[in-house]
C-alpha cells in the first residue's frame, strides 16, 4: 500500500514539474520553466529546512549536546540528498528487489530482522539487504500493514519474522529497528518471556521516549508516539528492566525525533551520530558495522556499565 501511494505522489510530482515548465514554455518564458520545474521538484527542501528549525528551537534545555549551525547545515543537506532516495525511488519503486535472504546454508549464521519506520516499507533498506547478502549474512525484512494502524498491531509480523531466522539458522536473531521500526521491536521483546530469542536489538532515531512532532499525528501510532502517551508509559513497565540489551543510535540534528534524548533508554548503550538527521541515521557506516560487530559476537550483552546522568558523552560517528 505505501508503495502505491509514494509511487503515486513521485509521479504526480514529476508530471507536476513538466506539465508547469511546459506551461512556461508556451506562454513564452523559456528560460523560466526549468526554474519553475526545479521549484516544484525541490520544494521539499524548504519543508526540511523548517523542520531543522524547529528541532533546534525545541531542543533548547534537553540532555543532549546541541548542534552548532554547519552541523545543522550538513545535517540538512545530508537529508535533502537521502530522503528523495528512499521516499521517491527505492520505496515506490524497489521495495520488492531485494528478497529475504535465507538460504539452506546458513545454520549457526546468526541473521537479522529489519524493520522500518513511519510511513515506510522494507525498501529502504536496500542497502543494507544488499551488502548483508553479499556477506552472506541471513536477513528478513517486514512490511509493517496497515500503514496508519496501531504498532500493537505490527508484533504479529516480527513474531514471523524472528521465527523464520531461527528456524533457518538455529540461533537468535538481532532485531533492528529504524524510527518507530524500533518501537515495534521494543515492544514485541517486551512480551517474550524468554529473553534469549534475542541476540541483541538497534535502534536508530526511535522516539523511546516519544517525539515532539507525534503531537500533530491523527494515526493510532502518531498518538502513541507522543511525549508521555499512556502506550509509552505502558512500555516502559513492561520492559524496565531489559534496556541493557539495546543499543541505541540518536541524533542532535534528528528533525523528526527531538528533543534529541527521547530517543535514548536508561541503562542501553547510548550512542550519537553528529550531525547526521533523521533518514541519514540508518545509513551512516557507524550504525550497520555496530551490528556486523554484533552480529560477531557470541555474548549478547556488554559489561555492566555505571549510569549515565546525560546520553550524549559517547559519539559512535567522529564527524563533528
Given at each position: 500500500m505505501i508503495a502505491r501511494l509514494q509511487r503515486f505522489v513521485t509521479i504526480?510530482?514529476?508530471l507536476a514539474a513538466a506539465g508547469w515548465a511546459a506551461l512556461l514554455w508556451r506562454a513564452g518564458h523559456?528560460?523560466?520553466?526549468?526554474?519553475?520545474?526545479?521549484?516544484?521538484?525541490?520544494?521539499?527542501?524548504?519543508?526540511?529546512?523548517?523542520?531543522?528549525?524547529?528541532?533546534?528551537?525545541?531542543?533548547?534545555?534537553?540532555?543532549?549536546?546541541?548542534?552548532?549551525?554547519?552541523?545543522?547545515?550538513?545535517?540538512?543537506?545530508?537529508?535533502?540528498t537521502t530522503a528523495p532516495r528512499v521516499f521517491c525511488w527505492r520505496q515506490p519503486f524497489r521495495s520488492s528487489r531485494e528478497p529475504d535472504f535465507l538460504p539452506s546454508d546458513v545454520k549457526d549464521q546468526r541473521g537479522v530482522v529489519l524493520v522500518h519506520g513511519f510511513f515506510c516499507n522494507r525498501g529502504m533498506w536496500n542497502p543494507w539487504m544488499a551488502e548483508l547478502r553479499r556477506r552472506k549474512v541471513p536477513f528478513v525484512a517486514v512490511n509493517l500493514e496497515p500503514i496508519f494502524g496501531s504498532i500493537d498491531n505490527y508484533l504479529g509480523a516480527v513474531e514471523n519474522s524472528v521465527a523464520r531466522i531461527e528456524s533457518s539458522t538455529g540461533l537468535s536473531p538481532m532485531l533492528v529497528g529504524h524510527s518507530m521500526?524500533?518501537?515495534?521491536?521494543?515492544?514485541?521483546?517486551?512480551?517474550?518471556?524468554?529473553?534469549?530469542?534475542?541476540?541483541?536489538?538497534?535502534?536508530?532515531?526511535t522516539p523511546h521516549q516519544g517525539t515532539w512532532l507525534a503531537r500533530f499525528g491523527r494515526?493510532?501510532?502518531?498518538?502513541?508516539?507522543?511525549?508521555?502517551?499512556?502506550?509509552?508509559?505502558?512500555?516502559?513497565?513492561?520492559?524496565?528492566?531489559?534496556?541493557?540489551?539495546?543499543?541505541?543510535?540518536?541524533?542532535?540534528?534528528?528533525?523528526?525525533?527531538?528533543?534529541?534524548?527521547?530517543?535514548?533508554?536508561?541503562?542501553?548503550?547510548?550512542?550519537?551520530?553528529?550531525?547526521?538527521?533523521?533518514?541519514?541515521?540508518?545509513?551512516?557506516?557507524?550504525?550497520?558495522?555496530?551490528?556486523?560487530?554484533?552480529?560477531?559476537?557470541?555474548?549478547?550483552?556488554?559489561?555492566?556499565?555505571?549510569?549515565?546522568?546525560?546520553?550524549?558523552?559517547?559519539?559512535a560517528d567522529t564527524a563533528a
Open positions: 504526480a510530482l514529476v523559456p528560460a523560466w520553466a526549468p526554474v519553475g520545474a526545479v521549484l516544484i521538484v525541490l520544494g521539499y527542501t524548504s519543508f526540511l529546512a523548517f523542520e531543522f528549525v524547529v528541532m533546534s528551537t525545541i531542543h533548547r534545555g534537553d540532555a543532549a549536546l546541541r548542534a552548532t549551525v554547519a552541523q545543522l547545515f550538513r545535517a540538512w543537506w545530508g537529508e535533502v521500526g524500533g518501537l515495534v521491536i521494543r515492544a514485541w521483546f517486551a512480551d517474550q518471556t524468554d529473553k534469549s530469542r534475542v541476540h541483541r536489538l538497534v535502534t536508530i532515531g494515526a493510532e501510532s502518531a498518538r502513541q508516539m507522543r511525549i508521555g502517551s499512556a502506550w509509552l508509559q505502558a512500555l516502559r513497565e513492561r520492559d524496565a528492566d531489559r534496556s541493557d540489551r539495546y543499543t541505541c543510535f540518536y541524533s542532535h540534528c534528528d528533525n523528526i525525533v527531538f528533543p534529541a534524548s527521547t530517543a535514548t533508554l536508561p541503562r542501553a548503550d547510548n550512542r550519537h551520530l553528529a550531525a547526521t538527521a533523521h533518514v541519514q541515521m540508518a545509513f551512516r557506516p557507524a550504525v550497520f558495522n555496530e551490528v556486523c560487530r554484533w552480529l560477531n559476537t557470541s555474548d549478547p550483552q556488554p559489561r555492566p556499565s555505571p549510569p549515565r546522568s546525560r546520553p550524549a558523552p559517547r559519539p
